[in-house]
């Protein structure tokens, strides 16, 4: 199984600011790293795929990018409403498997 | 639209067997794929397991020998028995749609089990 690290567990931002999320997987998995948001209660939502491909309807503020076994996720210009937790997920083998999760907090 | 929406028992004692069903709209079984993710109270995702647009499965290999994931495409609905429940699969379990090269882009809300004596 790839195993995915994520860090930070936690993130504490101000508004405005630039955070970054990174997650390194156990092998090459060839760009095939999707990011999610997930707020209080809620199911998951996809934000990109495939490294770098924004969904629609994400906002142009979340990018992505990395290769080989080493991605990252960045907010920038941080909002009220992406306080949320935020997931990597592999899915070039199965089991597909996610991080472990970074929860974003306000300063 | 494209839905999906989860239905299930709510309590479950241990040892019992789960039986979960996501009922879907707005798109074909026979095109798109379904899966089964999981998530513990305040803690991570886990994927269980998948149906695919052909009828194939395939399981997470900790769940395989008490996971088992099918469908009726009739009735547009994808169906999960899990077996042997314990206290640790208390969570929030989540169907979720999946096609080529696009990994879960339309969840279900969600239904809640309780794993208690």
């Known amino acids: 199984d790839i195993q995915m690290t994520q860090s930070p567990p936690s993130l504490s931002a101000s508004l405005g600011d630039k955070v970054t999320i990174t997650c390194q997987a156990s092998q090459n998995i060839n760009k095939y790293i999707a990011w999610y948001q997930q707020k209080p209660g809620k199911a998951p939502r996809l934000l990109i795929r495939?490294?770098?491909t924004l969904e629609s309807g994400t906002p142009s503020r979340f990018s992505g990018s990395g290769s080989g076994r080493d991605y990252s996720f960045s907010i920038s210009n941080v909002e009220s409403e992406d306080i949320a937790s935020y997931y990597c997920l592999q899915y070039v083998n199965l089991p597909l498997t996610f991080g472990s999760g970074t929860k974003l907090e306000i300063k | 639209q494209v839905q999906l929406k989860e239905s299930g028992p709510g309590p479950v004692q241990p040892s019992e067997t789960l039986s979960l069903t996501c009922t879907v709209s707005?798109?074909?079984?026979?095109?798109?794929?379904v899966n089964w993710v999981r998530q513990p109270p305040g803690k991570g995702l886990e994927w269980m397991g998948r149906?695919?647009?052909?009828?194939?499965?395939s399981y997470n290999s900790a769940l395989k020998s008490r996971l088992s994931i099918s469908r009726d495409t009739s009735k547009n609905q994808v169906f999960l028995k899990m077996n042997s429940l314990q206290t640790d699969d208390t969570g929030t379990y989540y169907c979720?749609?999946?096609?080529?090269?696009?990994?879960?882009?339309?969840w279900g809300q969600g239904v809640m089990v309780t794993v208690s004596s």
């Open positions: 979720t749609r999946d096609r080529f090269g696009v990994p879960f882009d339309y």
């Open positions: 707005g798109f074909s079984l026979t095109s798109y794929g």
């Open positions: 149906m695919r647009y052909n009828g194939d499965t």
């Open positions: 495939y490294t770098s």
